[in-house]
């Protein structure tokens, strides 16, 4: 099987969701991060296949989950998303109907939450599936963990509790349940 070459690959799957002139098309090696008032917030987060999600997760939830910790963490700062960098280190295994849905989740989420693809860059690994996020955002007024004070309104969304119990039920899918010792 032929594979496209890594500007194929970046020209097919991942240059439509670089949709700010600040990404130039992905037809160079940095970007511009785009202007805007307040502080500008960066964070970082790494998935690996088999430690952070399952190797046969779907590849829509996993690029969700790659880029939503992010937005996450943007959000905890008080922070609008402006973009990410997306680094990807494909393995042997992969395939084009892989990255194909892959990029679909990626731009359902750019989407969704304003925050286009600014660049990045993708690797051959030899072992697993392992993805870095870097999202860039704008806050008028960074929050900071050791900010809160007694009288601070704290708000959280969801349910606490909600990934642990995901990871449970998941892995008991998996693992056959245990015979009991009579």
Do not use: Q
């Amino acid at each position: 099987m032929t594979r496209p070459s890594e500007d194929d690959l970046i020209a097919r799957f991942f240059a439509p969701l670089a949709t700010t002139a600040g990404a130039d098309g992905l037809t160079d090696d940095a970007a511009v991060v785009p202007e805007g008032e307040g502080d500008l917030v960066v964070t970082m987060d790494m998935a690996i296949a088999g430690v952070h999600f399952f190797p046969d997760d779907p590849p829509g939830l996993i690029a969700a989950k790659a880029l939503r910790v992010n937005l996450s963490d943007l959000a905890a700062k008080g922070a609008v998303p402006t973009g990410f960098l997306l680094g990807l280190g494909l393995p042997p295994d992969w395939t084009t109907d892989f990255l194909g849905a892959f990029a679909e989740g990626l731009a359902t989420d750019i989407g969704g939450y304003g925050c286009p693809l600014l660049g990045g860059d993708t690797v051959k690994v030899p072992g697993p599936l392992t993805l870095s996020v870097t999202a860039f955002g704008r806050a008028a007024r960074t929050v900071r963990r050791r900010g809160a004070r007694p009288g601070d309104v704290l708000c959280v969304t969801g349910t606490i509790g909600d990934g642990a119990l995901g990871l449970v039920a998941r892995r008991a899918e998996r693992e056959p349940a245990a015979s009991p010792d009579w």
